[in-house]
């Protein structure tokens, strides 16, 4: 009975694989027919890689299932969104796709119609070249949708591997108080809010935009949404149980990483967890360092090369956190710590 649990999640996480990369193989070819593809130094030529990265996501994908078998998160996790919802943004996918193409071509890295006020002024730009970076209704509507795409169906999964490690280090026995930092659109929080019991759950983000979109997605009393940065929070000390972030931290310059770590222990409690899901690091996969490499430029990310050879390992005891531990799965990476 659970091998046919497994491998039908195995199947169902697969089809999603498979849907999104052919999206991606779409919107290069869209750019192509309108000579805007800038062809990335590594990957379709690189039969290692491509053999690499295949045989990764099809262990995510097995882990995934893993996972919600050993009851770490529900089956419900997998439920993929009807036709109708994915086909709905579709088009203003593809048409974003060629303006992305655009501004990656000749490089255009601040390209806003109306600059976002209430931001700082390092996230004032147009990361992964999207339209409006992260301050528009518009870019929120598309984003969860833009980030599948270019991890082919497997952002899902890698956000949620983190979900185990922080149960087998957390020891409350009560519902949990729960902050999530720079949560986007809430695409991580759909599956932290079914796979942790919890008597509060915060949800944050800097950009109003897209914590609209994450508030709009939940119906429960007992979360509640702010607009903040994660580097200097409107929250009293030892408030929580739980601080976690998904995709922050290559985002965000050196010196603010480090006050978002001092941050989240301050308002920590006692032996409270923090964990942490990012990108892979240089040298975590010699063979990807390549990749790696190309991202920030692929993808304009000013910081994130910063974050690849960032000793958070270190940062994080240099705070004082102990018992910290760190993983990575395809292409990211897991630390959990404790305050
Ligand atoms: C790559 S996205 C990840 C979003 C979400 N966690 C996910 O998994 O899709 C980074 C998010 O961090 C937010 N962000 C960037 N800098 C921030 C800061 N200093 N404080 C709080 N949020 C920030 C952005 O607005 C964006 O929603």
Not at 179 to 194: F, I, N, P
Not at 213 to 228: C, H, W
């Amino acid at each position: 009975m659970r091998k046919i649990l497994e491998n039908s999640i195995v199947v169902s996480n697969l089809a999603k694989t498979i849907l999104y990369s052919t999206e991606y193989r779409i919107m290069n070819q869209l750019s192509k027919s309108f000579s805007l593809f800038v062809k990335p130094p590594y990957q379709e030529n690189d039969k290692d890689l491509v053999k690499y990265l295949r045989e990764g996501v099809l262990k995510l994908h097995q882990e995934d299932a893993k996972n919600i078998a050993d009851g770490f998160y529900p089956i419900g996790v997998i439920k993929p969104k009807g036709p109708k919802e994915h086909l709905k943004n579709l088009p203003y996918l593809l048409i974003d796709s060629l303006k992305i193409s655009r501004r990656r071509k000749f490089n255009i890295k601040k390209d806003f119609d109306i600059e976002p006020e209430d931001a700082p002024d390092y996230l004032k730009r147009n990361y992964h070249f999207q339209t409006d970076g992260y301050f528009s209704e518009q870019s929120a509507k598309i984003y969860e949708h833009q980030v599948e795409v270019l991890f082919s169906g497997t952002a899902g999964p890698m956000r949620r591997m983190l979900i185990k490690m922080i149960k087998e280090k957390i020891s409350r026995d009560r519902p949990l108080k729960i902050l999530e930092l720079g949560a986007g659109v809430g695409s991580a929080t759909l599956d932290y809010a079914k796979a942790f019991d919890f008597s509060s759950y915060t949800v944050s983000d800097v950009s109003g935009p897209y914590l609209k979109a994450a508030k709009e997605r939940f119906n429960n009393p007992k979360m509640e949404f702010v607009q903040t940065a994660a580097e200097s929070l409107p929250f009293a000390d030892e408030e929580f149980d739980m601080v976690f972030s998904v995709y922050l931290f290559h985002e965000l310059p050196q010196a603010i990483r480090e006050k978002v770590l001092a941050e989240s222990y301050r308002v920590l409690k006692k032996k409270g967890i923090l964990g942490i899901c990012d990108s892979l690091q240089k040298n975590d996969v010699p063979k990807l360092n390549r990749v790696l490499e190309n991202f920030p430029i692929d993808y304009h990310e000013p910081f994130y090369k910063g974050y690849t050879i960032w000793n958070l390992n270190s940062a994080l005891n240099a705070i004082g956190f102990r018992n910290v531990e760190s993983q990575f799965k395809l292409l990211s990476k897991y630390w959990v710590a404790e305050k």
